[in-house]
T-cell receptor, first 117, second 110 residues
Framework: AQSVTQPDIHITVSEGASLELRCNYS??????LFWYVQSPGQGLQLLLK??????LVQGIKGFEAEFKRSQSSFNLRKPSVHWSDAAEYFC???????????????FGGGTRVLVKP | NAGVTQTPKFQVLKTGQSMTLQCAQD?????MYWYRQDPGMGLRLIYY???????DKGEVPNGYNVSRLNKREFSLRLESAAPSQTSVYFC?????????FGPGTRLTVT
């Protein structure tokens, strides 16, 4: 069974500083990988996804993530955070194959990011 | 284009009461999902529907039932609510492995 671990429950970062959120997954093959962001009281919004190809993927709001097969990781980064980046971030893994039954995702526990002025 | 909509936004139930959470999507997606979100546990899949006319259990189905009414609508029913079902419930739909989420329903069972 697939699983996702986000080791950091909370991260506090100063505005303008860089941010890296960790994500490790367990899966028998190369999975589909996702990062979602959830602002307070809102639903989840897709930041970026990895299906195949270039292991460095760019997303919305200036975020990027790198897939490292050898480390089973898919860490999210942003060079300079803005106060509006304060939110909870979720890493998710899905089975490969566009027609995989139901395209189910398994989510990590989330990392809450606080931004100091 | 509203995406995924959910009703109600908030609900308070007493133990033993029943209710149905509604979800609709206007993106013509085949697959739909119900999750619950609890602090520190991320999202856990309750039920999903890979296509119209099919439903399957997820990770935490006990105490819930679902109906895929048509391609647009997927409802979640609590027959006899329990305090352990206090949570935030999210509906999602997907196409090509990417899931799109509704705004959520915050449910409290007292």
């Amino acid at each position: 069974a697939q699983s996702v671990t986000q080791p950091d429950i909370h991260i506090t970062v100063s505005e303008g500083a860089s941010l890296e959120l960790r994500c490790n997954y367990s899966y028998g093959a190369t999975p589909y990988l996702f990062w979602y962001v959830q602002s307070p009281g809102q639903g989840l919004q897709l930041l970026l996804k990895y299906f195949s190809g270039d292991t460095l993927v760019q997303g919305i709001k200036g975020f990027e993530a790198e897939f490292k097969r050898s480390q089973s990781s898919f860490n999210l980064r942003k060079p300079s955070v803005h106060w509006s980046d304060a939110a909870e971030y979720f890493c998710a893994v899905g089975a490969q194959g566009i027609k995989a039954a139901g395209n189910k995702l398994t989510f990590g526990g989330g990392t809450r990011v606080l931004v100091k002025p | 284009n509203a995406g995924v909509t959910q009703t109600p936004k908030f609900q308070v139930l007493k133990t033993g009461q029943s209710m149905t959470l509604q979800c609709a999507q206007d993106m013509n997606h085949n697959s739909m999902y119900w999750y619950r979100q609890d602090p520190g546990m991320g999202l856990r899949l309750i039920y999903y529907s890979a296509s119209e006319g099919t439903t399957d259990k997820g990770e935490v189905p006990n105490g819930y039932n679902v109906s895929r009414l048509n391609k647009r609508e997927f409802s979640l029913r609590l027959e006899s609510a329990a305090p352990s079902q206090t949570s935030v419930y999210f509906c999602a739909s997907s196409e090509l492995a990417v899931q799109y989420f509704g705004p959520g329903t915050r449910l409290t069972v007292t």
